[in-house]
């Protein structure tokens, strides 16, 4: 029996590596902030939010074990006019590496905050060791080593925060009124859209379709990757709807910055463990995303660029080196110029249309899939989350641009 447990477990990794990408500081923060704003009213928002990116991801995961490449390849692929071909690759290319490169200190930064808070050293001096040691790990070249580190921490992050939601003692009919049945409260458009927006993550398509290739050699493993994808990123949507659900139980109708300041209110049920529990959840979550951000520049980059050999290839590393770099040297400093967000916020409102709607036109290319393009029935959903996707992504665009200017 445990022979068999131990078979099944081998399945999931690229999906894991999505899932714990996408819970970091600013997934944490925006949970815990839609509880404390808005109770479980937006619960059904996260639940959306996971269907599109299962959807997403695995026709992601379908373009790259059937063709054998990356997302990069076969976008590249798409076109024989030479001007649109470099303008779909720079485009896409420089607005994803630009993401993770503005984004990337924030994370470190958010990685920090669970132990400063325990031991009360400043952040800006442990964000630094942080990125040096994920530098270390993005020089070893392992895939296999990646995925192991990922799948840990997501099981580190569903202890944490699915206990501390259980300990927090919700109202269940709330709960599932909230989840099941779609409200709009006043205020909450932009909640909502942070909600899914940190959850779809353009970067995520080019490292699973690189992944998977890595994992599974044939359209075999098109069942193990499928459930890997539905697996893991369900468990990252429940990571989630913990964190929104503690924080409506515990500080609904508060204003909150950070996720920390669920410790003391769960002091009372927790005692001395409440710090320490928000802690390591917070750590696995910034480590997880800290670490996906420059793997996401570095896959992109290797993908639209044909590089060989993967995540041992030097020119990989080269990328990843600089993005967790200049994370290192920004974090130190404390610095996260909001202009810089604010430009990486509207270069990804700009990209995610434009990826959503490759995805789809790449899935549905016979020359490329084969056999394997989508039913009829999973381009109706596929458009219609393309459709959604693109809408925020273009609100994203415009509400960068309004704040910037």
């Given at each position: 029996?445990?022979?068999?447990?131990?078979?099944?477990?081998?399945?999931?990794?690229?999906?894991?590596?999505?899932?714990?990408?996408?819970?970091g500081p600013?997934?944490?923060?925006?949970a815990?902030?839609?509880?404390?704003?808005?109770?479980?009213?937006?619960?059904?928002?996260?639940?959306?939010?996971?269907?599109?990116?299962i959807?997403?991801?695995?026709?992601?995961?379908?373009?790259?074990?059937?063709?054998?490449?990356?997302?990069?390849?076969?976008?590249?692929?798409?076109?024989?006019?030479v001007?649109?071909?470099?303008?779909a690759?720079?485009?896409?290319?420089?607005?994803v590496?630009?993401?993770?490169?503005?984004?990337?200190?924030?994370?470190?930064?958010g990685?920090?905050?669970?132990?400063?808070?325990?031991?009360?050293?400043?952040?800006n001096?442990?964000?630094p060791?942080?990125?040096?040691?994920?530098?270390?790990?993005?020089?070893?070249?392992?895939?296999?080593?990646?995925?192991?580190?990922?799948?840990?921490?997501?099981?580190?992050m569903?202890?944490?925060?699915?206990?501390?939601?259980?300990?927090?003692?919700?109202?269940?009919?709330?709960?599932?009124?909230?989840?099941?049945?779609?409200?709009?409260?006043?205020?909450?458009i932009?909640?909502i859209?942070a909600?899914?927006?940190?959850?779809?993550?353009?970067?995520?398509?080019?490292?699973h379709?690189?992944?998977?290739?890595?994992?599974?050699?044939?359209?075999?493993?098109l069942?193990?990757?499928?459930?890997?994808?539905?697996?893991?990123?369900?468990?990252?949507?429940?990571?989630?709807?913990?964190?929104?659900?503690?924080?409506?139980?515990?500080?609904?109708?508060?204003e909150?910055?950070?996720?920390?300041?669920?410790?003391?209110?769960?002091?009372?049920?927790?005692?001395?463990?409440?710090?320490?529990?928000?802690?390591?959840?917070?750590?696995?979550?910034?480590?997880?995303?800290?670490?996906?951000?420059?793997?996401?520049?570095?896959?992109?980059?290797?993908?639209?660029?044909?590089?060989?050999?993967?995540?041992d290839?030097?020119?990989?590393?080269?990328?990843?080196?600089?993005v967790?770099?200049?994370?290192?040297?920004?974090s130190?400093?404390?610095?996260?110029?909001?202009?810089?967000?604010?430009?990486?916020?509207?270069?990804?409102?700009?990209?995610?249309?434009?990826?959503?709607?490759?995805?789809?036109?790449?899935?549905?290319?016979?020359?490329?899939?084969?056999?394997?393009?989508?039913?009829?029935?999973?381009?109706?959903?596929?458009?219609?989350?393309?459709?959604?996707?693109?809408?925020?992504?273009?609100?994203?665009?415009?509400?960068?641009?309004?704040?910037?200017?």
């Open positions: 029996m445990l022979a068999q447990i131990k078979e099944k477990l081998k399945m999931f990794g690229p999906g894991a590596i999505v899932t714990a990408s996408f819970i600013g997934t944490v923060t925006t815990t902030r839609a509880g404390a704003g808005f109770g479980f009213a937006l619960l059904w928002a996260i639940i959306f939010s996971i269907l599109a990116t959807i997403l991801q695995e026709m992601v995961a379908r373009i790259g074990i059937v063709t054998k490449q990356g997302l990069g390849e076969n976008i590249r692929d798409l076109f024989d006019n001007i649109l071909k470099f303008a690759v720079w485009i896409v290319m420089i607005a590496c630009v993401g993770c490169a503005a984004y990337i200190s924030g994370d470190l930064l990685t920090s905050l669970g132990v400063a808070y325990l031991f009360g050293i400043p952040e001096y442990v964000a060791v942080i990125g040096v040691i994920i530098l270390l790990l993005g020089l070893s070249g392992s895939y296999k080593i990646i995925e192991k580190l990922m799948l840990f921490l997501i099981a580190v569903c202890i944490t925060f699915i206990t501390t939601m259980i300990v927090s003692g919700p109202e269940i009919l709330e709960v599932l009124k909230g989840a099941f049945i779609p409200g709009i409260p006043n205020g909450s932009l909640m859209i909600l899914i927006g940190t959850t779809v993550v353009p970067y995520n398509f080019f490292i379709a690189t992944t998977v290739s890595e994992k599974w050699d044939s359209a075999e493993g069942k193990e990757s499928r459930w890997d994808t539905i697996v893991t990123i369900t468990v990252g949507g429940i990571i989630t709807a913990a964190i929104l659900i503690t924080a409506g139980a515990l500080i609904h109708g508060r909150v910055t950070s996720i920390v300041e669920l410790a003391a209110p769960l002091e009372p049920l927790m005692g001395e463990f409440a710090p320490l529990f928000i802690s390591i959840g917070l750590f696995a979550a910034g480590f997880s995303s800290a670490t996906a951000s420059p793997m996401g520049a570095a896959v992109t980059v290797s993908s639209f660029m044909r590089w060989e050999g993967g995540f290839n030097t020119k990989y590393k080269i990328v990843f080196a600089l967790i770099g200049l994370g290192i040297v920004t130190a400093l404390g610095l996260e110029p909001l202009e810089v967000l604010l430009f990486a916020q509207a270069l990804n409102g700009l990209i995610l249309p434009i990826i959503a709607i490759l995805i789809m036109i790449v899935v549905n290319k016979k020359n490329f899939m084969g056999e394997y393009i989508n039913p009829l029935w999973l381009n109706i959903v596929g458009w219609a989350v393309a459709a959604v996707v693109s809408f925020l992504g273009i609100y994203s665009l415009v509400d960068a641009v309004t704040a910037f200017l």
